[in-house]
Nanobody, 121 residues
């Protein structure tokens, strides 16, 4: 059983930056693909980015367009999401997931509780 705890969310002005962290415990972190998803009020959960065990990064280019960077530190059992040039439409609860990336899709076997990101205009 893997436990995931996100942190780093908060309130930021448009154009600002935040770095989200997701600390994993209870499992073999390096054996999982890790991903970030987000869900805005009244909307479905949206894939943001994933990083494979190999370190290959995959992004939802339509929504992040080079503004976000995902990374992982297997020694610290932590995955990060660096978010730059934030926009009000990035406002959402951001969730971390551990699972698999296959056939172009990130599937989460384990999920964190989420961290709120609010971008003011």
């Amino acid at each position: 059983q893997v436990q995931l705890v996100e942190s780093g969310g908060g309130l930021v002005q448009a154009g600002g930056s935040l770095r989200l962290s997701c600390a994993a415990s209870g499992g073999a972190f390096s054996s999982y693909a890790m991903g970030w998803f987000r869900q805005a009020p009244g909307k479905e959960r949206e894939f943001v980015a994933a990083i494979r065990r190999s370190g290959t990064m995959i992004y939802n280019t339509d929504s992040v367009k080079g503004r976000f960077t995902i990374s992982r530190d297997n020694a610290k059992n932590t995955v990060y999401l660096q978010m730059n040039s934030l926009k009000p439409e990035d406002t959402a609860v951001y969730y971390c997931a551990a699972g698999r990336f296959t056939m172009g899709t990130m599937s989460g076997d384990y999920w964190g509780q989420g961290t709120q990101v609010t971008v003011s205009s």
